[in-house]
């Protein structure tokens, strides 16, 4: 075959670039199993330290199993003096996703085995970092916000410690419960951007911070996990306050004319809409009775019925996640960080898989730039 018979398929789309054992999403069926489990059963019933360790090692664990896994994270959750001072160095001006970005690469530069690469080494980073996150984007929340960090406890779930430390207190059920449905269903999604880029930078044998270092820099783009932030921007400019009565979709004609992309619509895997979306509109709709803000919920529909009927585009895990996070109370900016604490999970679970069966990820291109031609003089 000669090279300019080699079809080229941008962006990879429709390319298998290797088998998995971690998750598996289905458009056909529109849905998503972790290891074999549909995840609306496990966000119905698991913690998610119980989903975390299904994606590290397979099954569900046993109690003995879960009770050491908390006990470790919550051994690992206060932030490091170190990290701090790195996260202090930065204005407050900063994304938190380059927050978070410098603050994992902080955490390899910390680490004195940070190249171990066998199965244990990599599952004990899996856990620091699981365990890390969370007080890095909690006290970046509080500081832009001119608050003091609120000290990691060790007698509170992922959660509600995330929660805690993000607002000084743990809210009711409800909230807690949206969260933590938040992050089993953010926490993997097979080859998506962000977790190939860290098994593009595992398969050359680099480390696993650097893999999560160079993930978290993919995922904060707005075609990826950067929507759920800008869905907010967009429920901002329509007008969250009162029911929208034809806003959203005069605002939909005006971004679709304007050839505008519409954030937390359309997916590259599902065409149908996204598995993940009526467990997350679920949760929303319970923070919406919650703290009785119908206006959302309406604002929420009424753009998502405007784009069904104008493009045929369905919402994706951004579109309810967005909102959600909004009434919780973290700020815009910190939405993507929440999809890092819980993605970190995916990602490393690929590393390891990666790591067991590598081969170094390298694809061809076709060149289309000037034919030989020569400096003058050589
Ligand atoms: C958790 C996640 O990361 S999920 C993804 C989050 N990202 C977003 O929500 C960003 C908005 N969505 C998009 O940009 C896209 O749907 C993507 C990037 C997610 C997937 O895109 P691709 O598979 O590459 O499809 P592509 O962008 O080529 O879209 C196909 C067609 O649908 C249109 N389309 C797709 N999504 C959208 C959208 N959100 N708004 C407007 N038009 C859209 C495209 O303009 C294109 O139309 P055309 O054929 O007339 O040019
Ligand atoms: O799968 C994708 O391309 C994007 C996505 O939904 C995710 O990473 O959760």
């Known amino acids: 075959m000669s090279e300019s018979d080699q079809e080229i398929r941008k962006g990879l789309a429709g390319v298998v670039v290797d088998t998995t054992a971690v998750s598996k999403v289905n458009p056909e069926t529109n849905s ?25 090692h397979g099954e569900l664990p046993t109690d003995e199993e879960l009770a050491g896994f908390e006990r470790a994270e919550r051994a690992q959750r206060a932030l490091a003096p170190e990290i701090r001072a790195a996260i202090d160095l930065l204005p407050t001006t900063a994304h938190p996703m380059d927050v978070v970005r410098t603050a994992v690469s902080v955490l390899g530069g910390l680490d004195p085995d940070a190249d171990d690469r066998t199965p244990d080494g990599t599952l004990e980073k899996s856990v620091r970092l699981f365990a890390a996150i969370p007080a890095i984007v909690a006290y970046d929340e509080r500081r832009r916000q001119g608050k003091d960090l609120v000290e990691a406890r060790d007698d509170l779930d992922y959660a509600r410690n995330f929660l805690w430390m993000t607002f000084g207190e743990v809210p009711d059920d409800v909230v807690v419960d949206a969260f933590r449905v938040s992050l089993v269903l953010y926490a993997e999604h097979s080859f998506n951007a962000s977790t190939f880029t860290a098994r593009v930078i595992t398969s050359t044998l680099s480390d696993v911070y650097s893999a999560v270092t160079g993930a978290v820099g993919a995922l904060k783009g707005q075609l990826h996990g950067g929507a759920n932030e800008a869905v907010l921007h967009t429920f901002a400019e329509i007008g969250m306050d009162e029911a929208p009565n034809g806003r959203a979709a005069a605002w939909l004609d005006t971004a679709l004319t304007e050839k505008r992309k519409i954030m937390g619509f359309g997916h590259r895997v599902y065409k149908n809409g996204d598995s993940r979306v009526p467990t997350m509109r679920d949760a929303l709709v319970r923070l919406v009775d919650h703290y009785d803000r119908p206006e959302v919920l309406a604002l929420y529909e009424e753009l998502e019925s405007a784009m069904g009927e104008r493009k045929n585009i369905k919402p994706n895990l951004d579109y309810p996640s967005g909102p959600a996070y909004h009434l919780m109370g973290f700020s815009t900016e910190a939405f993507t960080p929440l999809f890092v604490a819980a993605r970190v999970v995916g990602w490393t679970a690929h590393i390891r898989e990666q790591l067991a069966s590598n081969a170094l990820i390298r694809p061809l291109s076709l060149y289309d730039g000037p034919d030989e031609r020569h400096v003058p003089g050589a």
Request: charged share 10%; net charge negative.
């Open 32 to 56: 998503l199993l972790y290891r074999g489990y549909p995840v609306q059963e496990l966000a119905a019933t698991q913690s998610f330290e119980a989903v975390s360790w299904l994606l590290w």
